[in-house]
């Protein structure tokens, strides 16, 4: 079933401990995108790629990094977890660089809890 | 700041009624826009998208724009208890970008 993958579905980690969250998508889209969810926040982007090779700063980029070396894999790394960390993270994905309707599909999110 | 407004709710309607979500944006020039349905501890699931003035159909759902009023609405007829989730609208960035941002969303609760 074509979609997008999430690993781990949660993880507890303690503070200061390194971490990467991994998404994989089997729908060729270009562009993939990283967002946390907090109560009474929304969605907020982290950081997303417009194609592979390529990333961008979002809203809320400190403290997390990304890499996209095919078009399959963005991965989310934590360098040094903290605990205002702890969110739902969510990936996502769109068919084209700057298309005109770009709706975007989530994967199943991951709930991290850093301690 | 771009910013895209919803009431949080809940907005609770009885089982058949019609459900009337609203959402309102800041970005003039936004062309796309968006209903997701999120149900409790589960990811945003696309629903609806409309990207030109008026209605759009799908089913029961129903989506609305006014770009005059930077105004878009989504209407559930026939509501069900199942369509209890919240429902969170998205404006596509109006610039040269991907992005979209994101309302805090609507609770929903249908009562059976």
């Known amino acids: 079933i074509a979609g997008i993958t999430q690993a781990p579905t949660s993880q507890i980690l303690a503070a200061g401990r390194r971490m990467t969250l991994r998404c994989t998508q089997d729908?060729?889209?270009?562009?993939m995108y990283w967002y946390r969810q907090d109560l009474g926040l929304g969605l907020r982007l982290i950081h997303y790629?417009?194609?592979?090779?390529?990333?961008g700063k979002g809203e809320v980029p400190d403290g997390y990094s990304v890499s996209r070396a095919n078009t399959d894999d963005f991965p989310l790394t934590l360098a040094s977890a903290v605990p205002s960390q702890t969110s739902v993270y969510f990936c996502?994905?769109?068919?084209?660089?700057?298309?005109?309707?770009?709706?975007?599909?989530f994967g199943p999110g991951t709930r991290l809890t850093v301690l | 700041q771009k910013e895209v407004e919803q009431n949080s709710g809940p907005l609770s309607v009885p089982e058949g009624a019609i459900a009337s979500l609203n959402c309102t944006y800041s970005?003039?020039?936004?062309?796309?826009f968006f209903w997701y349905r999120q149900y409790s501890g589960k990811s945003p699931e696309l629903i609806m998208s409309?990207?030109?003035?008026g209605d759009k159909e799908d089913g029961r759902f129903t989506a609305q724009l006014n770009k005059a009023s930077q105004y878009v609405s989504l209407l559930i007829r026939d509501s069900q208890p199942s369509d209890s989730a919240t429902y969170l609208c998205?404006?596509?960035?109006?610039?040269?970008?991907?992005?979209?941002?994101f309302g805090t969303g609507t609770l929903l609760a249908v009562q059976p």
């Open positions: 729908m060729r889209h270009n562009a």
């Open positions: 409309i990207y030109s003035n």
């Open positions: 998205a404006v596509k960035d109006g610039g040269a970008t991907n992005k979209l941002i």
């Open positions: 970005d003039r020039v936004s062309q796309s």
């Open positions: 996502a994905s769109s068919e084209g660089e700057t298309t005109f309707y770009n709706e975007q599909f």
């Open positions: 790629s417009n194609t592979a090779g390529t990333t």
